[in-house]
């Protein structure tokens, strides 16, 4: 299982960038998928999650500027940040819980990270 996540990049305090992941391999199911972010010096932490049902839970940093959503047949997750600002600068990992088996518990994925830098 991969998880291949892709968006980051550089933009101005005000500026929106959109992540996307991708989940590939042998998946049975996903139980969810969201978004953790990590900056310098700090610990990861939980910016968004989507469970399948569509239920989602953001950070109270986020609420409002930020909008986690995904694509159940496809995997996929997004996050669609607006209204950035310099702490929103960090490393931004995907991650998805997912079952390998129809009656195999769900374990916990990592992507490789993407840089989100919001500076002017």
């Known amino acids: 299982v991969q998880l291949q996540a892709s968006g980051g990049g550089l933009v101005q305090p005000g500026g929106s960038l959109k992540l996307s992941c991708v989940a590939s391999?042998?998946?049975?199911?996903?139980?969810?998928m969201g978004w953790y972010r990590q900056a310098p010096g700090k610990q990861r932490e939980l910016v968004a999650a989507r469970v399948s049902g569509g239920a989602t839970n953001y950070a109270d940093t986020v609420k409002g500027r930020f909008t986690i959503s995904g694509d159940n047949a496809k995997n996929t997750v997004y996050l669609q940040m607006n209204s950035l600002k310099p702490v929103d600068t960090a490393v931004y990992y995907c991650n998805a819980q997912i079952r390998l088996g129809a009656f195999t518990p769900a374990y916990n994925y990592w992507g490789q990270g993407t840089l989100v830098t919001v500076s002017s």
């Open positions: 391999g042998s998946i049975s199911s996903i139980a969810g």
